[in-house]
């Protein structure tokens, strides 16, 4: 299994540009949530997803959109790229289980963006 | 919504001592609370957690205690190892009601843990 990827590794954007960043997970798992990580700020919730063509805003969700069409994908999306978007975006997935069980979440390997 | 404050920002310590990293929250509902692990450039993984019907679980050198009166709960690292030093992040969770056993993690600031050799 590879577990939680995240495409692309690295990406430079020029303010206003958009792009599509791309979580898959193998694990069959039912939740999946985008995260940002900057400096001294630890994580922060941006989206997340309960299951299949359901989304639901975090923490901090302005700027950003997702969608999750197939079980295994989710995709946060920025429209216009801003300079306070620059982060380390993580994806994480967990399976669905019930309450105080496996509460795990598995994170992917982050995406490194830059928005000039 | 939950609030997560983390202490120290930093801490070194000499390897073969001990470590503690503190953490206090603010929602009572918050009944999970996970400890990730972060080396520099990787993703966070969980390397303990603890739930709110336990004050204390111990898995060899790493142990978490959680005081739920007073709203915190620490990580204790004992006989430090210099691939110990990454960076500690605490969390608070509770589940989401409205979508079953999905949860929200609330993350501390992160501890940046440095074992001098």
């Known amino acids: ?116 | 919504g939950e609030n997560v404050e983390q202490h120290p920002s930093t801490l070194s310590v000499q390897e073969g001592d001990s470590a503690v990293i503190k953490c206090t929250y603010s929602d009572s509902a918050s009944n999970y609370f996970p400890w990730y692990k972060q080396e520099l450039g990787k993703r966070p993984q969980l390397i303990i957690d603890i739930r709110s019907n336990v004050g204390e679980k111990k898995d060899q050198r790493i142990a978490v205690t959680l005081n739920k009166t007073a709203k915190h709960f620490s990580l204790h690292i004992t006989e430090t190892q210099p691939e110990d030093s990454a960076v500690y992040f605490c969390a608070a969770s509770r589940v989401l009601f409205s979508s079953g056993s999905a949860r929200q993690l609330t993350f501390g600031s992160g501890t940046q843990l440095t074992v001098l050799p």
């Open chain 1, 1 to 116: 299994n590879a577990g939680v990827t995240q495409t692309p590794k690295f990406r430079v954007l020029k303010t206003g540009q958009s792009m599509t960043l791309l979580c898959a997970q193998d694990m069959n798992h039912e939740y999946m949530y985008w995260y940002r990580q900057d400096p001294g700020m630890g994580l922060r919730l941006i989206h997340y997803s309960v299951g299949e063509g359901t989304t639901a805003k975090g923490e901090v969700p302005d700027g950003y959109n997702v969608s999750r069409l197939k079980k295994q994908n989710f995709l946060l999306g920025l429209e216009s790229a801003a300079p306070s978007q620059t982060s380390v975006y993580f994806c994480a997935s967990k399976v669905l289980a019930g309450v105080g069980l496996a509460d795990t979440q598995y994170f992917g390997p982050g995406t490194r963006l830059t928005v000039l």
